[in-house]
Structures are given as structure tokens and as C-alpha cells.
DNA sequence: AACTCGGGAGAACGACCGTTCTCCATGGTC
DNA sequence: GACCATGGAGAACGGTCGTTCTCCCGAGTT
């Protein structure tokens, strides 16, 4: 096994135990027998549990705004392209292993120890915010408006991480649809 | 000092290191500590950790609770008294140890290993979704808009306690605005 | 004055965890 | 075959933390 599958197979394992389990209850050793990746090569790839913590979030916001973005480009027409976000996020929270928002999991459990974490899941949230005003902006809407989308957004992933339900990713699509109206 | 004495001690300390810097990172050390409440006492008001960090939880919900209505209930228009909750939210948000809504981070932290807080957590949320919902059908409007005011708000939370930022309550009220007129 | 008892300070215990180290096997190279 | 680098398995180390225990003090009681 090469060093690249190695770390790829490291951050599979790490993915989906930081994931699933939160990142403060997995220890390096769950990720090493998850994984099959030794400690050793484990400290070489990764220097320290926080580094693989960023790869790991990294990793997983590349992944997921490609999604994202997927799911929004089968559609041409500019303000369907807008409500297709929520349609993904109806997607995502019925995925069967679905345990919230990394980002804001993350946050809650490391925001206030880690200022590394902390920046990647601002960053996250920016790249997601600026990806909405791109969508609005491209649907000739005002501005104001991808502010609140987002937000919508935003508490529609908390709400289905806490609830464990999809129901508000269709709430937050037809609230995001009077929005769309109402401008 | 008696026993109940001891006992608001022992979660003012909690509240603010749990608050400020999350349950896990706390040790009951820091606790004793900052609450000049021995160990001895701690464990016998509070059996283990876990129930420290329950009735934590317990007291903000009550004050936070509180503290909405009070600001609400300065107004009488049915209307205004729903808008008057993203108020609310801008003021708490404006604190100066203003950390994020504290059952999202716990939630965040806790959630996938103690089922306990987990439901302390959906508890504290549906409550406030449940006043969100009595002050919509005060004012005559459809009960869906509860739902959606509820993610605004949710939304609002989330982002200003990573950011650090007031504005997304300023956002969330424009929002909740429009659908206040849209419905 | 002796006794009791709740409580304080802090040591002790046991478990866990991030990180490093030891020892050994393997496979490529001369 | 001798040598070397690489990496695996897992022990070891140092620190932290939740929880309990020991020892001692002081106040109230008889």
C-alpha cells in the first residue's frame, strides 16, 4: 500500500468515525484499526490528531460543495438553480448515516479549543454563502437576498442534525420560495 | 454555606466554563475551583459530570426562556411581539461572552455519545419552537410561518456563533419580515 | 472534655489517550 | 549472502480526567 492509498484509506477511517461519533471520542487507535493504517505511517501522513482533523474537513468541503454543485447544475433555469440547493439538503439529510453538519459539529466540540478548526469551518461557511449569492446574483435577485437563504439553510441543517428528520430542508424550501417571491 | 447555596455556586462555575469553553475541555477541577465548592459537595449535589452538565443545561433553558418572553412581552401588537424574538437574538448575540447558542454546541459535542443531553437538547428546542408557534396563531398568521420563522432563527444562532457577529439577527428579522407580509 | 459528624483540601486511583519507541519481519540492492 | 530502509504490531510514556478516599479540622452535643 502506497502512501497515497494509505492516506486516502486514513481519511476514510477518520471521516466517517469523527463523523459519526464526534472527533473528541475516537481515538487515534479507532482510526489506525478502522483504517489498517499503522500508527507510524498514521504520524507520518498526518503529524498530530488535529491535523487530520483539518484533512478531514477539507477533504470532506471539497467533496461536499461538489455535490452541491452537482445537484445544481441539472437544472438551467436561474431561480430553480436557487431552490435546488434545498433540494440537496433534503438529499443529504436522508442519507441513512446522516449525523448533521460537519462543520457546525465540529465547532460546537472544538470551536472554542482549536482556532485551526474554528477557521476551516468559517471558511466552509464562506465558501457555502458565497456560492448562494452566486446562484442569487446569476438569478438577477437583489443581493440581501442570498443573506437569507443562507441562514435558512443554516438552520434547516442544525434542525435535521438535532431532530434527525428532512422535513426542514422542504420547511426551509418553501420559505426560501415566498422569498423569492416577495422581492 | 448551605446546601442550596453551594449548589447555584456549583452552576454559575458550570455555566460559565462550559459555556465559554465547552463541557469537554472543562475538568471538574476547573469547577471546584472556580466555584470554591469542593469536590466532595460537587459530587454529592451531582452525582457524576454528566448530571452537572444536565442541570446546567436545565437552568440557562429556564433563564433563556425567561428572558425571551420578558422582551417579547414589552410589546402588544401580536405582529410586532413575533418580530420583537429576532430582537431578542441580536441583543443576546451583542453579549460580550456571547459564544453560540449553548444546546447546539452541546449537541455538537455530546450528541452522539450521551443520549441524555441529546434529549435536553430537542427538548430545549422544541420548546422554543412551541412559543415560536403560540405567538404566530396570536397574531392570526398560518401555522406554517412557525416553522420557517423557527429556521431563521435556528439559522441566526449558528451563524453568529461562528462568525461572532450580531448582523444575522438583523438578517433573520428582515427575512422573517417579508414572509410575515408574503403569507 | 470527649465524641460525633459534616465538610474541606488534596492525594490517590484507574482509565484513557495522544504520541513515541522498541523490536522484528520483509523486500530490494550490491 | 550481507546490508539497509521501510513499515507493522504493539508496548511504553506522560499527561489528563472523572471519581473516590484519606486525613484532618471545627462546631455542636452531652
Not at 498526518?46 to 437544472?75: G, I, M, N
Not at 457546525?104 to 479549543?113: C, D, K, P, R, S
Not at 442544525?158 to 422569498?179: C, D, F
Request: hydrophobic share 45%; net charge neutral.
Amino acid at each position: 500500500m502506497d502512501s497515497a492509498a494509505a492516506r486516502e484509506r486514513a481519511l476514510d477511517a477518520a471521516e466517517e468515525l469523527f463523523y459519526g461519533r464526534g472527533v473528541q471520542s475516537v481515538g487515534m487507535d479507532d482510526v489506525r484499526s478502522t483504517s489498517g493504517v499503522s500508527l507510524k505511517r498514521l504520524y507520518q501522513l498526518f503529524p498530530s490528531k488535529e491535523l487530520l482533523v483539518e484533512a478531514y474537513l477539507e477533504r470532506r468541503d471539497t467533496r461536499w460543495r461538489e455535490q452541491l454543485a452537482a445537484h445544481v447544475d441539472r437544472h438551467e433555469d436561474p431561480r430553480r438553480r436557487v431552490l435546488a440547493v434545498f433540494d440537496r439538503l433534503e438529499e443529504w439529510f436522508a442519507e441513512p448515516d446522516f449525523r448533521g453538519c460537519a462543520w457546525i459539529n465540529a465547532h460546537g466540540e472544538l470551536g472554542a479549543t482549536s482556532p485551526r478548526v474554528a477557521a476551516r469551518v468559517r471558511a466552509h461557511k464562506q465558501a457555502f454563502h458565497a456560492y448562494l449569492a452566486r446562484l442569487v446574483a446569476d438569478a438577477g435577485l437583489p443581493d440581501t437576498l442570498a443573506g437569507q437563504l443562507y441562514l435558512l439553510a443554516e438552520g434547516a441543517m442544525v434542525t435535521a442534525g438535532i431532530t434527525r428528520a428532512t422535513e426542514p430542508a422542504a420547511r426551509a424550501r418553501e420559505a426560501a420560495g415566498l422569498l423569492l417571491r416577495a422581492v
